[in-house]
């Protein structure tokens, strides 16, 4: 039982894992397994301990609570980072334009300019030369 320890130390009540010590007090009492924290009345938050001696409650959930929230807003980083570069390679796989050096879209748009070029002199000369058949044909030449 745990009662037998009040008013020795706390390092003899926490050998016992089912007890709860009590600072300020110094009573050693059977922790509240139904509850997650010591009721008031039984034992303020910053003179309970448990398991070890140096660390009160009040310290345990501030310090739980700071690192299950920086591992929550890293889980909603790294999702949100996955989901970007899934969207990025979809919208390069349908076409979309991607956010890219200005460098490389400078280039794609010169090469882009050229095929036009390109194209259009075929056209002319393909157009040029049917003009030509069709005078040579009627004898306007």
Aim: charged share 35%; aromatic share 6%.
């Amino acid at each position: 039982e745990c009662g037998q320890y009040t008013n020795k130390s706390c390092e003899e009540c926490l050998k016992n894992v089912t007890c709860l010590w009590c600072a300020s007090s110094g009573r050693c009492v059977e922790y509240p397994v139904r509850r997650v924290l010591p009721r008031a009345d039984l034992c303020e938050l910053r003179s309970a301990r448990w398991g070890v001696c140096w660390v009160n409650f009040e310290a345990l959930i501030i310090a739980m609570s700071v690192v299950g929230g920086t591992i929550l807003i890293m889980l909603g980083v790294c999702c949100c980072c996955c989901c970007c570069k899934t969207k990025s390679k979809k919208q390069v796989s349908e076409g979309f334009p991607v956010f890219s050096e200005p460098d490389k879209d400078e280039e794609r748009a010169a090469r882009e300019r050229e095929k036009r070029r390109v194209r259009q002199e075929e056209r002319r000369a393909e157009m040029k030369s049917r003009h030509d058949e069709i005078r040579r044909k009627y004898g306007t030449v």
